[in-house]
């Protein structure tokens, strides 16, 4: 099993790296699973690979 990481953005809040976090996933009907627009394939939320980078989303994200 792999080490969960984390990795800030620039505003210094902490981010795990999971497909959940990253800016190729698409959002599936099904809770269980994403689909990578990368590797075209179905994956799990919490799945991580060489290729993550952080969403969009994520990368803009302050907390007050």
């Known amino acids: 099993m792999s080490e969960t990481t984390f990795v800030e953005n620039a505003y210094g809040v902490k981010v795990k790296r999971c497909c959940a976090s990253c800016k ?12 990578c627009r990368k590797h075209l394939a179905n994956v799990y939320p919490y799945n991580v690979c060489k290729d993550w980078e952080m969403s969009e989303t994520l990368k803009n994200f302050v907390l007050n």
């Not at 190729?24 to 689909?35: E, N, P, Q, S």
């Open 24 to 35: 190729y996933k698409k959002m599936t009907r099904l809770v269980k699973t994403r689909r």
